[in-house]
């Protein structure tokens, strides 16, 4: 396997954890009503991401990193993966879902 393959898999996971925190924390929303000169604080609080619930569906190499950048910033992470391993949900501190099913 090459370097430029395991870098994408990387990049993808970043952008991921990047889109989900800005959808989290509605930026585009807050962005559009700054750029009009409205800001109301009460409706642009901040999310916490720290104890959140996530989930995954597919724990294979990209998903297992995305796992690992959401443990990193303390959020609890569930996914769903019927062909993964059980090692991979214990090595990446992931919760087997069956919500799915």
């Known amino acids: 396997m090459s370097n430029k393959v395991l ?3 990387e990049v993808t996971a970043e952008h ?4 989900l925190l800005a959808d989290m924390r509605k930026l585009t ?3 559009a009503e700054l750029k009009l000169g409205k800001w109301d604080r009460k ?3 901040l999310v916490q991401a720290f ?4 989930g ?3 724990l294979g190499r990209i998903g297992r990193y995305v796992a690992q950048l959401l443990n990193a910033i303390g ?3 569930y996914a769903y993966d019927p062909m993964a391993p059980n090692y991979h949900f214990i090595r990446s501190r992931v919760a087997r879902s069956r919500i799915f099913r």
């Open 75 to 77: 959020m609890q992470v």
């Open 29 to 31: 929303k807050a962005d």
């Open 7 to 9: 870098l994408l898999g």
């Open 51 to 54: 104890g959140q619930k996530v």
């Open 43 to 45: 409706s642009n609080q």
């Open 56 to 58: 995954i569906v597919g």
């Open 16 to 19: 991921t954890l990047v889109l």
